[in-house]
Structure formats: structure tokens, C-alpha cells
């Protein structure tokens, strides 16, 4: 007679074999309730590994047709002049040929450049360009000298006089009416401008001045000369200063 307690013994045995084998035939045809199954990709959807759909996708925004891959440079450095390169005594002379320039175009005489009276003209309007580089700001009067002090001291103050246009009023050196002045910088960028060189930082004061109340200055009728000083600064810093007469 065959033992029960071993009959029980091997029918477990036998069932827990036939488990095993339906877990492994489970894995092996990839069923089971545990198996993730994989969805259909849509269209437009990536299936490759490392790449995701839509604009987060970043082969797709660096991939051209042909399979080359674009390379994204970055922005170049600024562009700086050094200040060294820009000569002083070129822009003073620009300055003095547009301003003829545009009187030319108003049908009103050129104003003298060069002579005894513009010698001093050019270095009054260079010491007070100096003053403002020194100071780092632009105004007629520094440390309480005015435009009038000034022409005093040059000795231009009595033979700088003139009618502003025949018969009306006369024009002197008070009130600032015989002085421009400006600043601007060159060899870098500065409100969106680049100076590059000397006609452009020329063109640029030249520019600023015609726009404001000193064009009105520019264009006495009866003025005869004009200085011009210029001083520039290791930033860059122009300043400009112009004295009719």
C-alpha cells in the first residue's frame, strides 16, 4: 500500500513544477498581467533612443536635410578700437570741412580754418576739451570757467563780435552763443553706434550738433572762423569743442 505522506509529498512537487514552467514559457513569449505592453507610435512621434517629439527635441532643431549637423556659433566678442589709433587732429579737421560743408548747402560762406585767430581759436577750444575729458562730463563752464573767461583770457573776447544777420543783434562770446560742445566715444560700441574711425566719430559730433540748438550757432551768417579742439580719452571718450569767432 502506498504511503499518503508521500503521494501528498510528490503532488506538491508536481504542481509546483508545472508553476515554474508556465512563469518561464509567460517570460519567454512576453504575456503576462505583469508585461508592459508598447503602444503604436503616432505619426510625427520619435521611436529612436535619446530623442523626444516637438520642439524638445533637440536633433531636430540641429539636423538639416542631408543628415549634416548644424553648428550653432556663438556670438563674436565686441569689437574695440584702441583710442591710441584715433588721431585727434584728423577729427578737428573733418569737423571744420563738414561744418563748411553744410553751410556750403545754405548757400552761406565757409568759415576760416587755419590763420593767426583760428591758432587760437584751436587751442581754446582743445584746453576746454581737456577740462571736460578731466572732469568726465559735458559743460561750457568747469570749475567756474565760462565760455566769456575764456575768450577774455585769449584776447578774442572784443574782435569776436558780429550781427548774427544784418541789422539785428550782435553776436559775443556771453551766453555760450560762440561755443559748441559734444562728446561722444570711438573704437567701441556706444548707444548703439560704432565709430570706427576718425570721419565717423567726425560725422558724429558733426551730427549731434546740427540736430540741437548749436546748428543755429554753426550758421551765423556773419561769423568768419572756427577752432576746433578735440581730446580723447585711453576709453575712448572724444570730447569736442568748437569756438566761432
Same mark, same amino acid.
Given at each position: 500500500?502506498?504511503?499518503?505522506?508521500?503521494?501528498?509529498?510528490?503532488?506538491?512537487?508536481?504542481?509546483?513544477?508545472?508553476?515554474?514552467?508556465?512563469?518561464?514559457?509567460?517570460?519567454? *513569449?512576453?504575456?503576462?498581467?505583469?508585461? =508592459?505592453?508598447?503602444?503604436?507610435?503616432?505619426?510625427?512621434?520619435?521611436?529612436?533612443?535619446?530623442?523626444?517629439? /516637438?520642439?524638445?527635441?533637440?536633433?531636430?532643431?540641429? @539636423?538639416?536635410?542631408? /543628415?549634416?549637423?548644424?553648428?550653432?556659433?556663438?556670438?563674436?566678442?565686441?569689437?574695440?578700437?584702441?583710442? +591710441?589709433?584715433?588721431?585727434?587732429?584728423?577729427?578737428?579737421?573733418?569737423?571744420?570741412?563738414?561744418?563748411?560743408?553744410?553751410? @556750403?548747402? +545754405?548757400?552761406?560762406?565757409?568759415? %576760416?580754418?587755419? *590763420?593767426?585767430?583760428?591758432?587760437?581759436?584751436?587751442?581754446?577750444? +582743445?584746453? #576746454?576739451?581737456?577740462?571736460?575729458? &578731466?572732469?568726465?562730463?559735458?559743460? #561750457?563752464?568747469? &570749475?567756474?570757467?565760462?565760455?566769456?573767461? +575764456?575768450?577774455?583770457?585769449?584776447?578774442?573776447?572784443?574782435? $569776436?563780435?558780429?550781427?548774427?544777420?544784418? /541789422?539785428?543783434?550782435?553776436?559775443?562770446?556771453?551766453?555760450?552763443?560762440?561755443?559748441? %560742445?559734444?562728446?561722444?566715444?570711438?573704437?567701441? =560700441?556706444?548707444?548703439?553706434?560704432?565709430?570706427?574711425?576718425?570721419?565717423?566719430?567726425?560725422?558724429? %559730433?558733426?551730427?549731434?550738433?546740427?540736430?540741437?540748438?548749436?546748428?543755429?550757432?554753426?550758421?551765423?551768417?556773419?561769423?568768419?572762423? %572756427?577752432?576746433?579742439?578735440?581730446?580723447?580719452?585711453? &576709453?575712448? &571718450?572724444?570730447?569736442? =569743442?568748437?569756438?566761432? $569767432?
Amino acid at each position: 500500500m502506498v504511503n499518503k505522506a508521500a503521494l501528498s509529498v510528490l503532488g506538491v512537487i508536481v504542481l509546483v513544477s508545472m508553476g515554474v514552467g508556465v512563469l518561464i514559457g509567460m517570460q519567454i *513569449g512576453g504575456g503576462g498581467a505583469d508585461t =508592459t505592453s508598447m503602444s503604436t507610435p503616432t505619426p510625427g512621434e520619435s521611436t529612436a533612443q535619446g530623442q523626444s517629439d /516637438g520642439e524638445s527635441n533637440p536633433r531636430a532643431r540641429t @539636423t538639416i536635410p542631408g /543628415g549634416e549637423v548644424e553648428t550653432v556659433q556663438p556670438p563674436e566678442d565686441e569689437q574695440t578700437i584702441p583710442a +591710441r589709433r584715433f588721431e585727434r587732429r584728423e577729427i578737428s579737421a573733418e569737423i571744420k570741412r563738414l561744418i563748411n560743408q553744410r553751410r @556750403t548747402d +545754405r548757400d552761406l560762406s565757409n568759415l %576760416i580754418t587755419d *590763420g593767426q585767430v583760428t591758432d587760437k581759436l584751436d587751442r581754446m577750444a +582743445r584746453s #576746454h576739451s581737456v577740462a571736460m575729458a &578731466d572732469e568726465a562730463r559735458v559743460s #561750457h563752464s568747469i &570749475d567756474g570757467n565760462t565760455s566769456r573767461d +575764456r575768450y577774455e583770457a585769449a584776447g578774442l573776447y572784443s574782435s $569776436c563780435q558780429f550781427e548774427s544777420d544784418p /541789422g539785428t543783434y550782435v553776436v559775443d562770446a556771453r551766453y555760450n552763443r560762440l561755443e559748441v %560742445i559734444d562728446h561722444v566715444v570711438a573704437g567701441r =560700441t556706444h548707444d548703439g553706434e560704432f565709430l570706427e574711425n576718425e570721419e565717423e566719430v567726425a560725422q558724429a %559730433i558733426v551730427s549731434d550738433w546740427f540736430s540741437g540748438t548749436s546748428r543755429d550757432r554753426l550758421l551765423y551768417q556773419n561769423a568768419k572762423q %572756427i577752432g576746433v579742439g578735440i581730446e580723447i580719452t585711453q &576709453d575712448g &571718450d572724444v570730447y569736442a =569743442t568748437g569756438n566761432l $569767432c
